[in-house]
């Protein structure tokens, strides 16, 4: 069975500065995806970003970039230049792509990111 | 497209009492599930569809029944509602082997 393990309970950054957020998973699969989710306080979860396993080149969308290695099984998010509004939980998810079966987002319990002024 | 809905936003039911949890999409995703979320314990799937007629289970299918009869709705029944239970429930939907749609969630209490 695949499993997610974020292992920052909580984090805080300053406005303007750089943070990084840690995401491990197990799995034996070779075709899978990689997302950040991120719930604010509204509880939307809102999809940050997306890595495709077979592809070797980190996914960017703007502020927000992934570090993907996957000999090591680690997909960290890096967001830069924090704003007040990235406060949130974050979430790191695992699905597993198949031709004929189920299609199951792992989830990780979650980081909550606060962005002090 | 609206994309995902979900109906109720709140509810609050007694112990022993029955309710279905509405979800609908406008996109034409084959895949839908239904998750809940408690403190500390990110999202569990509870059921799954693959498409119109096919459900499946997920990790805590326990006192949760579903049914797939559209392609665009997939209702999330609590058969007898037990205090655990109590939590958030969200619905997503889905191409195959896309990226995942959440509705707003609904927050569960059950007394």
């Known amino acids: 069975a695949q499993t997610v393990t974020q292992s920052q309970p909580e984090m805080s950054v300053q406005e303007a500065e750089t943070v990084t957020l840690s995401c491990t998973y197990d799995?034996?699969?070779?075709?899978?995806?990689l997302f950040w989710y991120k719930q604010p306080p509204s509880r939307q979860m809102i999809l940050v970003i997306r890595?495709?396993?077979?592809?070797?080149q980190n996914a960017t969308e703007n502020r927000f970039s992934v570090n993907f290695q996957k000999a090591a099984k680690s997909f960290s998010l890096k967001i830069s230049d924090s704003q007040l509004g990235d406060t949130a939980m974050y979430f790191c998810a695992f699905v597993r792509i198949t031709q004929g079966g189920s299609e199951k987002l792992v989830f990780g319990k979650g980081t909550k990111l606060t962005v002090n002024p | 497209n609206a994309g995902v809905t979900q109906t109720p936003k709140f509810q609050v039911l007694k112990t022993g009492q029955s309710m279905t949890l509405q979800c609908a999409q406008d996109m034409n995703h084959e895949y839908m599930s239904w998750y809940r979320q408690d403190p500390g314990m990110g999202l569990r799937l509870i059921h799954y569809?693959?498409?119109?007629?096919?459900?499946d289970q997920g990790e805590v299918p326990n006192g949760y029944n579903v049914s797939r009869s559209t392609t665009e709705d997939f209702p999330l029944r609590l058969l007898s509602a037990a205090p655990s239970q109590t939590s958030v429930y969200f619905c997503?939907?889905?191409?195959?082997?896309?990226?995942?749609?959440f509705g707003p969630g609904t927050r569960l209490t059950v007394l």
């Open positions: 890595q495709e396993a077979y592809k070797q």
């Open positions: 997503a939907s889905s191409y195959w082997g896309d990226t995942q749609y």
């Open positions: 569809s693959v498409g119109a007629g096919i459900t």
């Open positions: 799995t034996s699969e070779s075709n899978y995806y």
